[in-house]
């Protein structure tokens, strides 16, 4: 059985910088994707980044530049270290992987299993 799951999440000031943790149980990712996602109340679910084949990252043009992506292997966990936070990253923040190569999608519809989400707030 897979698990995702997500730690991490917390209340920030404005510019400030937290990292999330995706710890995945019954699931290697080998060249699949994993991928954050996050939601924000009132909000769709929106793609925020993902990794996939060896450690090709790709990024939503609202957080490229601000937030990384990165795993390591020998612990079967996914980070997102997040900086630089705005107000508009408040948003339940949830962890996604893949069966298959996805070629870096950010389709929600891509995903097979799903973390329950840490809660990121952010506060000017």
């Known amino acids: 059985q897979v698990q995702l799951v997500e730690s991490g999440g917390g209340s920030v000031q404005a510019g400030g910088s937290l990292r999330l943790s995706c710890a995945a149980s019954?699931?290697?990712?080998?060249?699949?994707?994993m991928g954050w996602f996050r939601q924000a109340p009132g909000k769709e679910r929106e793609g925020v980044a993902v990794i996939y084949g060896v450690s090709t990252t790709y990024y939503a043009g609202s957080v490229k530049g601000r937030f990384t992506i990165s795993q390591d292997n020998a612990k079967n966990t996914v980070y997102l270290q997040m900086n630089s936070l705005k107000p508009e990253d408040t948003a339940m923040y949830y962890c996604?992987?893949?069966?298959?190569?996805?070629?870096?999608?950010?389709?929600?519809?891509?995903?097979?299993?799903w973390g329950q989400g840490t809660q990121v707030t952010v506060s000017s």
């Open positions: 996604a992987a893949s069966r298959r190569y996805c070629f870096g999608d950010l389709d929600e519809r891509t995903y097979d299993y």
């Open positions: 019954g699931y290697t990712r080998g060249s699949a994707c």
